[in-house]
């Protein structure tokens, strides 16, 4: 069959590093291996009985069975609003702040399609999430990675960036709670980021997709919640983790109006929104009691703990896994973490997900999921010991 000549753009595109891990659990797996599957990150609970039911009933609705406005319906972008003074005291404009996203890993995209041009730079966390570098390398922009190592509290030191990629870097992305380390940023590090991004002249994109999963009693901090952080970014928050909605593919950004503007005219070009169902559904999550999130960071917060105590006392060393629903495990002295994986995977069946698919830093690091039930975790732990013994 002819075989067709992509674009430059797509073949630039990274490697999806985790689609071969997957490929290589799967062999596992077929091979009749009792695998455990530690090393992605798909909330492993339904979508809460009331979201579902109103997308029941959405459903019935002629109206939604229509084109639904470009720029999504002003009842959810209203809601969006309402959730963010409820929920961090913020104040946002339902009009001209709120963008409305088939999924935060697509927003994440389109954001370095509006604003980064070849020759531009795109500052991005090491290790970080991989759907960063997408749209940067599509578009022909240069990466440079703000490294975050465990003795800064996996924040990045702003000292360390040179003169030339504070002056070519057009945006900058950030993620706390941190997906993969599982760290948290305080109010001085979000402060620290507007002047520099102010001075800089640099887009804040904060990625707060476990903004709901904070442990310990602490609450993670809305970027937005910071003065000056409309001024210099955006927030990109998804229905995907706080309300187990990930296959619903929603999300919104909100903060600076240009930006938000700019993310509604690629997505004029894209999408014609997303299905209205969809937007009621959401509205109704972000309005109603908020007990299930509650209960779901409370869940995750025992998850940590027993595998956290378990791993510890197996002589592993674990990050402070401060939220998220991610731990990040020092792999044990000579291993690399893709040699650590792949040993573990043969000899006990746990599959994580090897530090280095987050970047450099990433190395020396394995990434473990809390997305499976106390009873899986504990049998993992056990598994965890029995490699250590080997
Ligand atoms: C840090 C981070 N950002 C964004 C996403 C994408 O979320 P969505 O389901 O909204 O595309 C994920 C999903 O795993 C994530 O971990």
Not at 86 to 102: C, K, L, N, Q
Not at 156 to 172: C, H, N, T
Not at 322 to 332: D, E, H, K, N, R
Request: glycine fraction near 8%.
């Amino acid at each position: 069959m002819k075989q067709f000549q992509t674009s430059k753009a797509i073949q630039r595109l990274p490697d999806q590093f985790f689609a071969t891990m997957i490929d290589k659990l799967n062999l596992y797996k077929n091979r009749g291996y009792d695998t455990l599957n530690l090393g992605q990150g798909n909330p492993d609970q339904p979508t809460p009985s009331h979201i579902v039911q109103s997308l029941k009933e959405a459903a019935e609705n002629p109206d939604f069975h229509k084109y639904p406005p470009f720029h999504g319906y002003e009842f959810f972008k209203e809601a969006v609003a309402e959730f963010y003074k409820r929920e961090y005291d913020v104040d946002i404009d339902p009009e001209t702040e709120v963008a409305i996203m088939p999924g935060s890993k697509t927003g994440l995209v389109e954001l370095s399609q509006c604003f980064l041009d070849p020759g531009d730079v795109a500052l991005v966390p090491d290790p970080g999430y991989p759907d960063y570098w997408s749209g940067i390398e599509m578009v022909g922009a240069e990466m440079k990675s703000m490294p975050l190592r465990e003795e800064n509290g996996f924040l990045p030191d702003y000292a360390e960036i040179d003169e030339e990629s504070w002056e070519k870097a057009k945006l900058m992305f950030l993620n706390y709670p941190n997906n993969p380390t599982g760290a948290m940023a305080d109010a001085d590090f979000f402060a620290e980021t507007i002047q520099e991004a102010e001075k800089n002249d640099v887009c804040v994109v904060h990625d707060f997709a476990y903004g709901a999963i904070g442990f310990d009693g602490n609450k993670p901090l809305s970027f937005m919640q910071f003065e000056g952080a409309k001024n210099v970014g955006v927030e990109v928050y998804t229905m995907s983790k706080t309300y187990n909605m990930a296959g619903w593919r929603v999300a919104f950004a909100v903060g600076n109006p240009s930006v938000i503007q700019a993310l509604e005219v690629i997505q004029d070009h894209y999408f014609c929104s997303i299905f209205g169902g969809l937007q009621k559904a959401s509205a109704t999550a972000l309005l109603s009691s908020q007990e299930c999130v509650t209960e779901l960071a409370e869940t995750y917060e025992k998850r940590r703990d027993l595998l956290v105590s378990g791993l510890e006392e197996a002589g592993y060393h674990v990050a402070p896994c401060q939220g998220s629903f991610f731990t990040w495990l020092q792999v044990p002295e000579g291993y690399t973490s893709q040699g650590f994986a792949d040993d573990l995977l043969e000899t006990t069946g746990l599959f994580v997900a090897p530090g280095i698919g987050f970047g450099t830093y990433g190395e020396g690091y394995v990434r473990i999921g809390l997305n499976n039930s106390e009873e899986a975790l504990r049998d993992a732990v056990k598994r965890f010991k029995a490699f250590k013994q080997k």
